[in-house]
């Protein structure tokens, strides 16, 4: 059985930073695409951070430029959104991602991010 499952999250003061950890079992994370994505109350679900498949070069949405950085251990099959200088706006729930190909995409249960300012 193919499962994500995250951990971190939580509660954090405005400028905090929080670390969010994501766990593939079931397949190799290796040589397949991963993302954070973040869904706050009567929002759309939005991408906010991606590593493609063939690239190390990592895209992150505007709002959280030089603040998010996406990463992977494909040796532990983790994936993990490092967020520094949090600030209220990024209050959602965060959700990872990881597309396999033709074995299908999976997502995780998703964590609540909440700053208060």
């Known amino acids: 059985q193919v499962q994500l499952v995250q951990s971190g999250g939580g509660l954090v003061q405005s400028g905090g930073s929080l670390r969010l950890s994501c766990q593939l079992s079931?397949?190799?994370?290796?040589?397949?695409?991963i993302g954070w994505f973040r869904q706050a109350p009567g929002k759309e679900r939005e991408e906010v951070s991606c590593l493609s498949r063939d690239s190390n070069q990592p895209y992150s949405i505007e709002s959280v430029k030089g603040r998010f950085t996406v990463s992977r251990d494909n040796g532990k099959n983790m994936m993990y959104l490092q967020m520094n200088s949090l600030q209220p706006e990024d209050s959602a729930v965060y959700y990872c991602?990881?597309?396999?190909?033709?074995?299908?995409?999976?997502w995780g249960q998703g964590t609540q991010v909440t700053v208060s300012s």
């Open positions: 991602n990881a597309d396999l190909s033709q074995y299908g995409e999976y």
């Open positions: 079931g397949r190799t994370l290796e040589g397949y695409s």
